[in-house]
């Protein structure tokens, strides 16, 4: 029993980092295990022995309190901030978060159909005489900031020419707010890049476009309602331009 009290509280603090080092310095008395063991043993009540345990506990704790005080815990986080919603978001991980919108939920113009079946075929095909596509969404609840990139993936069989996906409207719902003013396509930016195809047929590429303020709205904020569209203009391709993917991309915290 008396090796039992001895080593059980040398076994926890070795699993807390602290060392044999730090025990003795703590029993301050009692110099060596042995001396422990030897005065337990010597102890003629079960009293006596329960009064030698509670030192020692007595001694692992104010060692583990010791040793703990000096480890850096990082930032703390007020408790009640988790209930009351006083918590910072400064405080929280800023990351990248991917909406991804439905390519068969888009409203395509006269001319433009969606294709169907694998080999490349799926996706909204806009012909060379041009066409447009509209679709919606809803600013996610964790946005940061007041940007957001569309990123639209796009192929075609025609080979070293450029294609033009160019912004057609971007309106906008806030309760409180009026319809959006000015530009029908204010805050809609892009394509970043020219959409140029290369020497192979049916690649896949990605046309981005920046989404933020504009039309007489400030900011973009959580809940905002956005509804996109885009049109193909006057390029260099004379064959059809599809649509295969269709993303949000943000910063969400």
């Known amino acids: 029993m008396s090796r039992l009290l001895v080593s059980l509280p040398i076994v926890l603090l070795g699993a807390c980092g602290v060392t044999e080092d730090d025990l003795d310095a703590a029993l301050a008395g009692l110099a060596t295990t042995a001396d422990v063991e030897a005065a337990v043993d010597g102890l003629a009540t079960t009293a006596e022995v329960a009064a030698v345990a509670a030192s020692v506990d007595d001694a692992v704790e104010d060692a583990l309190d010791d040793h703990l005080a000096d480890v850096d815990h990082g930032p703390t986080v007020d408790a009640s901030a988790l209930t009351t919603g006083t918590l910072d978001p400064a405080r929280l991980p800023v990351r990248l978060r991917d909406l991804s919108i439905d390519l068969f939920g888009v409203l395509p113009s006269e001319g433009v159909v969606m294709g169907t079946g694998g080999f490349g075929n799926t996706g909204l095909r806009i012909p060379d005489a041009g066409g447009n596509f509209r679709f919606s969404f ?13 990123r639209v993936g796009w192929r075609t069989d025609n080979t070293s020419c450029a294609m033009s996906l160019l912004p057609n409207s971007l309106d906008r719902h806030r309760a409180g707010l009026g319809p959006p003013t000015g530009s029908s396509a204010a805050g809609l930016v892009g394509p970043a890049a020219t959409m140029q195809a290369g020497a192979v047929a049916s690649v896949g590429y990605v046309a981005e476009y920046s989404i933020g303020p504009g039309g007489g709205y400030p900011d973009l904020l959580p809940g905002d309602g956005l509804a996109v569209s885009l049109y193909r203009g006057a390029d260099t391709c004379t064959g059809e331009l599809r649509i295969v993917s269709l993303s949000v991309v943000y910063d969400a915290q």
């Open 138 to 150: 809803v600013v996610p609840q964790d946005l940061v900031g007041s940007e957001m990139t569309l």
